[in-house]
């Protein structure tokens, strides 16, 4: 038999159980059966529910600045570390008490829904520590009117009254800016009278929580501890301070789209700078195309990236997560995330003012129209294709796609095509009987036409593709270009042995020309 102490995920999607084994012998290949404690998953359950309605009464009292920096939820017990500039009033944490048993009496039902991660923080749920979400979020909200709503992954419970803690309150301490670890200490209560209150310690003067002296070593995780929030609120408030410049500067820009880029070097947590990454964006409106780029390193020291664009950009073909992800691998990583947001990081901190150029100069380039034009002669053993140089003057043969029978096999090829070469138009061949009219052929062709233009538009939504627009279709009559490609290959000494590999993509020219000639007209 094995008892589990505790669960821990040390690497994505590796869960490591730390057993005790208590009777019999484990060898490696046995098949166990676990079990839930459910007496003690309710009581963590019921810690963890009382945990977020202390973090939402201390934020009332005393401001947004006091945010969880981490937690215990136990089965006899829970401890609640929070942000402070100094170690909170009597009077502050009677009032905050009194709040939470407050809820208490009311009996707060506690709900969970999952949503997407934008709809979430639109909805007000907090996130913590700047952690990486997936798009979809599960959101605990305590109360019918979301009197607390955060981002939590853990278990709770259905009601309140059933996360009832109580303990006495000891006299605060009156230190100065530190690290405050809030101790409550829950029983599994069932009364709507039960009270819940909170004893407070502080690192401070080589003190641990537990009152007894710190040894060196750790003394000075413990002043470490008081240090880095410390920090991370100046790093914080310095962020905030240099948004104003920010926007005039970037709304002053003459460019076709505006990019307010910037390294604001140490940022504090990665929440602090997606907040500040969308009140940009929301300042710059929706007037002219916006992009939003801040850089900096976090409190590892590591180099991070948050992109932001408005719809106006959207509509033009411009992309967060495809300017994300060219900015992070100039910082020597990767990332990447949706149209309107994305984010991402690396390990060279010093090629930040590198990627964010980049990544400007990508932003504007995808607002610049391409002037590159495709050929498509669609055949049915190959699809041969075709490209204008960027004057629009003369085409040039690209290459086959072996489709074996089926042409429509040659539409994911294509669309690469059209995505990595920035393809403004696609011409392709329609195949019209001698007499003008519309055979089978033909009918085919407008039919994977129309097959291309709806993966296209599939394609710009998808972050797979590099897509960032739809270009213009356009059937062009190639009645005899067959013909006439083949008297090419000739004039140019190939045998006729070699044609037949050739001739699709030598159509594709002729096709090509042809518009390209027309358009001149």
């Known amino acids: 038999m094995l008892e589990v102490d505790d669960v821990q995920k040390p690497i994505k999607d590796l869960i490591v159980h730390q057993c005790r084994l208590t009777e019999g012998t484990l060898v490696v290949g046995a098949e166990v059966n676990a079990n839930i404690d459910l007496d003690r998953r309710g009581a963590i359950a019921r810690a963890h529910t009382a945990t977020h309605m202390v973090h939402k009464a201390l934020r009332e009292e005393l401001g947004p600045q006091a945010t969880q920096r981490g937690s215990e939820d136990a089965p006899n017990r829970l401890r609640f570390d929070f942000q402070w500039s100094s170690a909170p009033s009597k009077d502050a944490m009677n009032s905050v008490e009194a709040r939470v048993n407050e809820k208490l009496r009311e009996n707060l039902a506690v709900t969970t829904q999952e949503m997407k991660f934008d709809d979430a923080i639109a909805l007000g749920a907090m996130h913590l520590f700047g952690e990486k979400y997936g798009d979809v979020v599960r959101v605990v909200s305590i109360g019918e009117d979301g009197w607390s709503r955060e981002l939590c992954g853990g278990t709770h419970i259905d009601h309140v009254a059933r996360s009832v803690p109580s303990t006495s309150c000891p006299k605060p301490p009156s230190a100065p800016a530190c690290v405050v670890s809030m101790r409550l200490w829950a029983k599994a209560l069932m009364s709507q009278r039960s009270r819940a209150c909170a004893g407070l310690t502080a690192f401070r003067h080589g003190q641990c929580p537990s009152g007894r002296a710190c040894r060196p070593c750790e003394r000075t995780a413990c002043q470490a501890q008081g240090i880095r929030p410390s920090l991370a609120t100046m790093y914080e408030s310095q962020l905030a301070a240099s948004v104003p410049?920010?926007?005039?500067?970037t709304k002053a820009s003459q460019a076709p789209v505006k990019v307010a880029a910037k390294n604001v070097e140490h940022f504090g947590s990665f929440d602090a700078l997606r907040k500040t990454v969308l009140d940009v964006r929301g300042q710059l409106g929706e007037e002219f195309p916006v992009v939003v780029?801040?850089?900096g390193v976090n409190e590892e020291g590591k180099p991070m990236v948050a992109v932001a664009t408005n719809e106006a950009a959207r509509k033009q073909g411009i992309k967060a997560g495809d300017l994300v992800r060219g900015a992070s691998k100039i910082l020597g990583g990767g990332g990447g995330g949706k149209p309107d947001f994305a984010q991402g990081g690396g390990a060279d901190a010093t090629k930040i003012d590198e990627a964010l150029e980049a990544l400007a100069g990508q932003a504007?380039?995808?607002?610049?129209?391409?002037?590159?034009?495709?050929g498509i002669d669609l055949g049915d053993a190959r699809v041969g294709l075709a490209l204008s140089d960027p004057e629009l003057t003369l085409a040039h043969p690209i290459g086959n796609i072996q489709v074996y029978g089926d042409s429509f096999r040659a539409l994911d090829e294509v669309i690469d095509v059209i995505g990595d070469e920035s393809v403004d138009h696609v011409v392709i061949g329609l195949p019209l009987l001698l007499n003008g009219e519309e055979g089978k052929s033909a009918k085919k062709a407008r039919r994977w036409s129309v097959n291309l233009e709806k993966r296209l538009h599939a394609a710009v939504e998808d972050e797979s593709y590099s897509v960032t627009r739809?270009?213009?279709?356009?059937?062009?009559?190639?009645?005899?270009?067959?013909?006439?490609?083949?008297?090419q290959l000739f004039d140019a000494r190939i045998g006729g042995r070699k044609h037949r590999p050739m001739v699709d993509q030598q159509s594709a020219v002729v096709i090509l020309q042809t518009a390209l000639d027309r358009s001149r007209e």
């Open 470 to 487: 739809v270009p213009t279709i356009e059937l062009v009559d190639e009645r005899l270009t067959t013909v006439t490609a083949h008297h």
């Open 364 to 374: 504007l380039k995808a607002d610049s129209p391409s002037m590159v034009w495709l």
């Open 245 to 249: 410049a920010l926007v005039s500067e």
């Open 293 to 295: 780029a801040l850089a």
